[in-house]
């Protein structure tokens, strides 16, 4: 397919436009490294009636998202039960802020529909041993004062903008090799 172009389709022995019913949702394995990513963090484990829900909402969205009106080639992945990834392959269509926008309001959507917050980007997400955790600021910034935890401990760095960053292992971190590090742990001795 060229960029920028919709697909062709055979109907009734004439070439017709696809206009409306391109679903350019791909695996998100598919994306390449460069692929613009969004993380929205649930601020507790998620059931699986609840991650059903999400997914199905989500992949109902993703489905049909636009730029433009362009589809935009995209992906989403659950990860731990509670962290959404979503990716758009800008090569294509880049991601408008309206289409943003739209990704968002869906999101917040989401948050009354489970019963979770998923768009506050405040608190900080960790694992203590093998379970995902998460804190306000505050709360880290006092466990770090008392050593509950430190800097080799893996933090979630919901910031990463790429799903390059996440396959290179910059999204799931010790602290200090991310913003964690110099917030919560700078001129501290461990």
């Not at 172009?5 to 004439?14: A, D, F, M, N, Y």
């Not at 408008?96 to 489970?114: F, K, P, T, W, Y």
């Not at 390059?164 to 001129?187: I, L, N, Q, T």
Request: glycine fraction near 8%; proline fraction near 4%.
């Amino acid at each position: 397919m060229l960029l920028g172009r919709k697909p062709l389709h055979l109907e009734q022995g004439t070439y017709t436009r696809n206009e409306g019913k391109d679903m350019p949702k791909v695996p998100f394995e598919d994306l390449p490294d460069t692929a613009r990513l969004w993380t929205f963090a649930a601020s507790e484990t998620l059931s699986m009636a609840q991650q059903d829900a999400l997914v199905q909402t989500v992949d109902a969205f993703l489905d049909t998202w636009r730029a433009h009106g362009q589809p935009l080639t995209c992906a989403r992945e659950l990860r731990h039960d509670r962290f959404l990834l979503v990716a758009v392959d800008e090569v294509a269509t880049d991601a408008s802020g309206c289409s943003i926008d739209a990704l968002v309001h869906q999101v917040r959507g989401l948050e009354q529909e489970l019963g979770v917050t998923m768009t506050d980007n405040a608190p900080v997400w960790y694992r203590d041993g093998g379970t995902v955790r998460c804190a306000t600021r505050q709360e880290f910034r006092e466990m770090a004062q008392r050593g509950g935890v430190q800097s080799d401990t893996i933090v979630f760095d919901n910031t990463v903008q790429s799903v390059g960053a996440v396959r290179g292992g910059k999204w799931e971190v010790p602290a200090r090799e991310s913003w964690h590090g110099r917030v919560f742990f700078d001129g501290m001795t461990e």
